[in-house]
């Protein structure tokens, strides 16, 4: 399935992106790497889940699926819900428009307190 693009050509580029940092927390995103999510694999411990839902973690859960994150999707991420369904989708938050004027992603990851977890 598909998450985020169906292109494999680097039609995402961060070149107009000064901060190297931001584009790095991007690409681990993008590609669903995230130290809070992955550090099981280097550390040998289990697979960490949501405190919350009881599912195991992924970037996918946090950004689109987690109920308790809805109130702060709803306030960073709203333009990224479908218009049928009302649903969020990884390829809008994850998108090219992440980076548009009141789309902010880094903010909701940020007072969600998943920022410094990258």
Known sequence: MVEITTSILPDWTYTHICDRRIQIVLVRLRIGHMYLTQRYLMTRD?????????????VRHLLVKC??????RH????????????????????GPACLAQGHDVFRFLGEAGLLPKL
């Open 67 to 72: 109920p308790s994150l809805t109130d702060l």
């Open 75 to 94: 306030h960073y991420l709203y333009r990224c819900r479908g218009r049928d369904s009302g649903a969020y989708y990884l390829s809008k938050v994850l």
């Open 46 to 58: 289990p697979q960490p889940y949501c405190d919350d839902c009881l599912v195991p973690l992924t």
